[in-house]
């Protein structure tokens, strides 16, 4: 099982086959985060965007492009545009975003007869390293379902269930956060829960994941807040993934987890033909350098499993 970011680029040395197209590469941490994966061999990569601002951030940082197919647009929807085309004819094989805002890109995939659309749901995975942690923690949806019904959650828990197995957590323990461990009519999240934990004892339907809930979140993470409490069971303070109520939840915890923690992390929406690296566009280069690695694990467990 993966447990640290590190172990991300260990796996993927001999992954250079793999073609990345970044949406909107004029940006100075996108190039740094490119430049740090060619070094490290991850992939190859298609560089859309401004192509005099590429130089000019790229000079900034001594990074040779010139060796990297460029192609030139200063339009925002072109350039989604265009980055779809490239994975659509399979000249790519992951997506990425750069200095591009998620709806142009998210407009450009979900176009029905030119994007990357499939029968699943998009939503958002994040994955955090944290210090206090002695595993990874993944966290959906914190950027795409802004209010999720009860059954969006289900295909949210199977897509995040895809990057989980990626990372070889073999029986992934889900927490379905709430405010309240009690069903209240009132709370929308604490229902949906009781009714998605009830479908997974009945059918096992999420094997081999074992889901709990309604969860708060000191009783997902925390054995002894648990135990004061009287919960049991198998996911309490061991939870590996956290399915979120609403968008505004999740993006307040990954934003606090990333700036009150200086825990680190990495992006990447599920659901479309390929993953697609998102980071917010203030992340760092080491975000997007490890959401490169690991759009790129997701890929590679996808062939192996072809």
């Known amino acids: 099982m993966i447990t640290n970011f590190e172990s991300f680029i260990s796996e993927l040395q001999t992954n250079t086959n793999q073609v990345i197209v970044v949406a909107g590469a004029h940006d100075p941490e996108v190039l740094s985060a ?19 601002l590429m130089t000019t951030y790229s000079k900034d940082i ?22 779809v085309g490239l994975v659509r004819t399979g000249r790519a094989s992951v997506l990425m975003k750069g200095i591009i805002e998620t709806p142009i890109l998210l407009k450009a995939v979900l ?12 939503s958002h995975v994040g994955v955090f390293q944290i210090n206090s942690l002695n595993r990874l923690l993944l966290i959906a949806d914190s950027a795409v379902n802004i209010a999720p019904n009860v059954d969006e959650k289900e295909k949210i828990i199977m897509n995040t269930l895809i990057v989980a197995d990626s990372l070889g957590i073999r029986e992934p323990k889900v927490a379905l956060i709430a405010a309240s461990e009690h069903v209240n009519e009132k709370m929308p999240a604490t229902k949906d829960a009781a009714i998605l934990v009830k479908k997974n004892e009945e059918v096992n339907y999420f094997k081999p994941a074992i889901l709990a809930g309604p969860l708060a979140l000191d009783n997902a993470i925390s054995s ?16 590996d993934i956290l399915i979120m109520p609403t968008i505004e939840a999740g993006n307040i915890l990954v934003k606090s987890l990333e700036y009150f923690s200086n825990s680190q992390k990495a992006g ?30 997701i890929q590679k467990k996808v062939l192996e499993m072809d």
């Open 224 to 239: 002894k807040a648990a135990a004061i409490k009287n919960i049991k069971n198998a996911v309490v303070g061991n939870a």
């Open 62 to 83: 001594d990074f040779d492009i010139s060796k990297h197919n460029i192609l030139d647009s200063d339009s925002p929807s072109e350039i989604g545009e265009l980055s």
């Open 268 to 297: 990447v929406i599920m659901g479309a033909s390929v993953p697609i690296i998102l980071t917010s566009r203030a992340s760092t280069d080491d975000t997007k350098l490890y959401s490169i690695a690991l759009s790129l694990l």
């Open 34 to 52: 490119v430049k740090k994966a060619e070094e490290l061999d991850l992939a190859q990569f298609i560089l859309v965007g401004n192509r005099e």
């Open 111 to 122: 176009n029905k007869q030119k994007g990357l659309k499939t029968d699943q749901l998009l």
